[in-house]
Structure formats: structure tokens, C-alpha cells
């Protein structure tokens, strides 16, 4: 695995933002983080944290849910991106793929593929090229190719939606919530053609994701995000090896397990933030 770290050339910079929906409610409060280039970063936290909204703040897709970054800046390769509309971040090399694993159901899984490769102008034999190389990471749908994307599995339909993210050349993905509502053994697969890209090809990942134990263990870096904050940051086998991350987000304490929902936030927020 690569040793992606802080120390390496930073792809993507994200300082200090704020984010309000609606002009009212506050829900990112001074997020600050560091994805380098060719590294695997992990975004991770419990449902509600903040973490959907960071990877939409750099994505620039805040605006159709009424959102907007008030304080703070996000720098991709050095540049403000924060006035670029998504398509225009596309074609600079940044993709986000989306939770839930949007598909155009009546369209089938190739085509699903190819609309991923509407903002390229290199030519239809580099995009079959690709279109075979997703196949080749993606050999199950290779299979479904033909049928329709709303009638295959939870998990081919992630896959669709990573591989039509890819079909458009993405120098970094942003990938919410890869592992909602898969079975563990899909969750491993996903994250095994995570690695593999990231290895492989070089593309850059930062992956928001409520499985803290696989993410950890496949990541290079993470970052836990708690009501809008970040409140811990690290070296991904630092992380796993933190008692604190142990007994809140993986379920172990020198005690045994313990349920995240038995400890109250303040008590988490206070040893962490002391």
C-alpha cells in the first residue's frame, strides 16, 4: 500500500470551512483536511456528522440542497475551486461518486458506463479502452453489461457507479458511503477495487464512510468528523491502535465491547479535545 501521509504533495486542501444550509442551520464548523496525491484519505464519523456535507462542499454540489460554504477555502493542485460548477470540476480531475448508488435504472449497466465519459474529447477508441479496463476491475459487469441497472444487485449497482465515475478519467474520487447496505463479503470487495485503482492506476480517494474498521484498515490517513468537527486525525494504523477509537468506533475497549450509543458525546468531545 502506498505511505500517503502529510508529508506528501497535497492534491487537495480543504481549510477551515463552515458550511449553513439555508441561511440558518450550521452543520460544518471549522473542517479542516489534507488529502495527498496518490493516497487513500478516510473520512469517517456516525451518521449525521458532517461527512456527506465536506465531500458536497468540494464537489461544489451544496447549491441544489441550499448550501453554502460561508468561511473557509478548498484548494485543489493549489487553485480556489470554489467557483467552478461540478461539470467544470469534472473535466479538472475531480468525481464524486455519490451515496446511495445512483444509477439510471432504465438505462442499462453499459450505458450507465458511458455516460460517465460524457465531458471527454479523446476519442471513442480511448473510451471503449476504458470502458474494457473497468470491465477488467469490475469483471461482474462485464456479465450484466446488457441488462438493465435498475434490476441488478445493491452491490453491482455501487460498482456501476464507481465505474461510470471512472470513465471519466478522474485524477481524485470522491466516494461516499461505499459500504451502505452491502453484505460484508461485497463491502470487502469494493474496498479490495479501491486499493487496486488507488495502486494501480493512481487515482487519488477520499472516502466517506461510517465502517471505520474497513475503512481504517484500507486507508493511509483518516480524519473523525463528530457534529461538524473534526476531533481526531492520523496515520490509519494509528488510528485502529487508538483506545479511543477502539472503544468508540470499533467496538473494543480493554473492558470489551462497548456500544457507541452507551457513552455520551460530551464525554468522547472532552477526552479527545482536552
Not at 505511505?3 to 442551520?25: K, M, P, R, S
Not at 479490495?192 to 474498521?213: P, R, W
Amino acid at each position: 500500500m502506498l505511505d500517503a501521509g502529510h508529508t506528501d504533495e497535497a492534491l487537495l486542501e480543504v481549510n477551515n470551512i463552515e458550511v449553513i444550509y439555508n441561511h440558518v442551520i450550521l452543520v460544518l464548523k471549522g473542517v479542516s483536511l489534507s488529502v495527498p496525491k496518490g493516497g487513500i484519505t478516510a473520512l469517517l464519523g456516525g451518521n449525521g456528522a458532517g461527512k456527506t456535507t465536506t465531500l458536497k462542499a468540494i464537489s461544489n454540489l451544496l447549491r441544489s440542497e441550499r448550501g453554502d460554504v460561508t468561511k473557509g477555502s478548498i484548494e485543489y493542485r493549489g487553485n480556489n475551486i470554489q467557483d467552478l460548477d461540478p461539470a467544470d470540476l469534472v473535466k479538472n480531475g475531480v468525481i464524486q461518486v455519490m451515496e446511495g448508488r445512483h444509477c439510471f435504472e432504465h438505462l442499462t449497466v453499459e450505458e450507465n458506463l458511458l455516460t460517465g465519459a460524457y465531458t471527454r474529447t479523446d476519442g471513442k477508441a480511448n473510451i471503449q479502452a476504458d470502458l474494457e479496463k473497468v470491465y477488467a476491475y469490475f469483471p461482474r459487469l462485464k456479465e450484466r453489461r446488457k441488462s438493465q441497472a435498475g434490476y441488478t444487485s445493491g452491490g453491482e449497482q455501487q460498482m456501476v457507479a464507481m465505474g461510470r465515475g471512472l470513465m471519466s478519467k478522474p485524477e481524485m474520487i470522491l466516494l461516499d458511503e461505499p459500504s451502505m447496505g452491502l453484505a460484508p463479503q461485497l463491502v470487502e470487495e469494493i474496498f479490495t477495487i479501491v486499493k487496486n485503482l488507488n495502486e494501480q492506476e493512481g487515482v487519488t480517494f477520499l472516502l466517506a464512510e461510517q465502517n471505520t474498521n474497513v475503512a481504517l484498515r484500507f486507508a493511509n490517513y483518516g480524519y473523525i468528523l463528530e457534529s461538524g468537527r473534526v476531533v481526531m486525525d492520523g496515520p490509519a494504523d494509528e488510528l485502529r491502535e487508538n483506545p479511543d477509537v477502539k472503544e468508540f468506533y470499533l467496538g473494543m475497549s480493554d473492558e470489551g465491547r462497548k456500544s457507541f450509543r452507551d457513552v455520551r458525546s460530551y464525554r468522547r468531545r472532552k477526552r479527545w479535545l482536552s
